[in-house]
């Protein structure tokens, strides 16, 4: 990377494990973690919670935020990891404004196994109901777009492990 800093985005619908895998890769890198879910404003926590989907206009600020604080360790001349799901490339595109540099690690898997992951997850506003609406909003990522696709399968570490060979990230060029 010739110490250039970075920024990855780990994306995914609801269940996919974006947390786990961005807190792996972040402490296995040493970078910041950010939790994209900590941005959402009030009324897209209390939408959500009531199972109703957001749309583009509800996304539009917290994308916005979370390019902020893309900027924000840019500034600071530190690389980051985020938990973001991302689902489209309008959204990729407005998270990439955030910095020359991001790049995304997709936490993909088979409908069922996501589905039952949120039928398991405990103290989350983020209904299984909504999944559905994830996975027809969701856009894979282009053959333009700097990422890597890990299956949700993996353990974590495996995940991980693909993410950093797949994208050549060495954690002591870009701290």
Excluded at 24 to 49: C, T, Y
Excluded at 130 to 139: I, N, R, T
Aim: hydrophobic share 45%; glycine share 8%; aromatic share 4%.
């Amino acid at each position: 990377m010739n110490g250039r800093l970075q920024h990855i985005v780990v994306m995914g619908v609801s269940g996919s494990g974006k947390t786990t895998v961005g807190e792996a890769l972040a402490e296995r890198l040493g970078w910041r973690f950010i939790e994209g879910d900590s941005f959402h404003p009030p009324q897209n926590v209390a939408k959500m919670s009531a199972g109703i989907p957001l749309d583009d206009d509800d996304r539009a600020p917290w994308l916005k935020a979370l390019a902020a604080e893309i900027a924000r360790d840019e500034a600071a001349g530190r690389s980051s990891v985020l938990g973001c799901s991302a689902l489209k490339r309008a959204y990729r595109d407005i998270l990439r404004s955030g910095a020359p540099r991001v790049r995304f690690v997709h936490v993909h898997g088979d409908r069922a196994v996501l589905a039952d992951r949120l039928s398991h997850r405990a103290g989350h506003f983020f209904p299984a109901s909504l999944l559905e609406s994830q996975l027809a909003a969701l856009e894979p990522l282009g053959p333009d777009e700097d990422g890597v696709v890990v299956d949700v399968a993996l353990s974590t570490t495996e995940q991980v492990d693909l993410a950093v060979r797949a994208l050549a990230i060495d954690p002591t060029s870009a701290d």
